[in-house]
């Protein structure tokens, strides 16, 4: 197996792990009393990414890996991964608030609002790059910074309605 077939099937694993996950941790929020804000575009989130992913196994399955990419692809799932120990049961792939739950300010979230948001759009450039597929990563980089503006303005507004004021 090639390194770019493996990095490719790495990634699928990941994400398909990554759905379940979500699904957990909804299902365990919405038993807390957790409500879901703004579903209507989820469905835009999943085509978008679901394209970028099928994309790439089309375009890239047989092509040569950069690894400089490949390798700042990998760096991006170290924060990825502290994103996700951050958030802890609460990341979903949806927005679901616990209604006066305090807002995450570990990890990441101590510089940052949405870091995971950085990551993914980071993520949708690198690893297209790393099999050269230029104008690929700026056609799903321009795709995703469209649904993310949607979905970044419908996260803020209900983390501020639903979440726990900060202590001052």
């Given amino acids: 197996?090639?390194?770019?077939?493996?990095?490719?099937?790495?990634?699928?694993?990941?994400?398909?792990?990554?759905?379940?996950?979500?699904?957990?941790?909804?299902?365990?929020?919405?038993?807390?009393?957790?409500?879901?804000?703004?579903?209507?575009?989820?469905?835009?989130?999943?085509?978008?990414?679901?394209?970028?992913?099928?994309?790439?196994?089309?375009?890239?399955?047989?092509?040569?890996?950069?690894?400089?990419?490949?390798?700042?692809?990998?760096?991006?799932?170290?924060?990825?991964?502290?994103?996700?120990?951050?958030?802890?049961?609460?990341?979903?792939?949806?927005?679901?608030?616990l209604p006066r739950a305090p807002l995450v300010r570990t990890g990441l979230y101590r510089f940052m609002n949405h870091p995971n948001y950085c990551i993914v759009a980071a993520e949708v450039a690198v690893l297209p790059l790393a099999f050269g597929l230029i104008g690929y990563a700026l056609l799903f980089s321009v795709l995703n910074a469209a649904v993310l503006m949607i979905r970044i303005r419908a996260e803020t507004r209900a983390l501020k309605e639903f979440s726990q004021p900060q202590a001052t």
Avoid: C
């Fill in 1 to 97: 197996m090639s390194l770019g077939l493996a990095l490719l099937t790495l990634v699928t694993l990941q994400r398909m792990g990554e759905l379940a996950w979500a699904r957990r941790n909804t299902r365990r929020l919405k038993a807390r009393g957790a409500v879901e804000v703004a579903p209507g575009h989820y469905g835009l989130i999943v085509l978008v990414h679901a394209a970028w992913l099928l994309g790439l196994w089309i375009l890239a399955w047989d092509r040569p890996l950069a690894l400089g990419w490949a390798g700042v692809y990998v760096a991006l799932q170290v924060a990825r991964f502290w994103v996700l120990a951050s958030l802890g049961e609460r990341w979903t792939t949806r927005i679901v608030v």
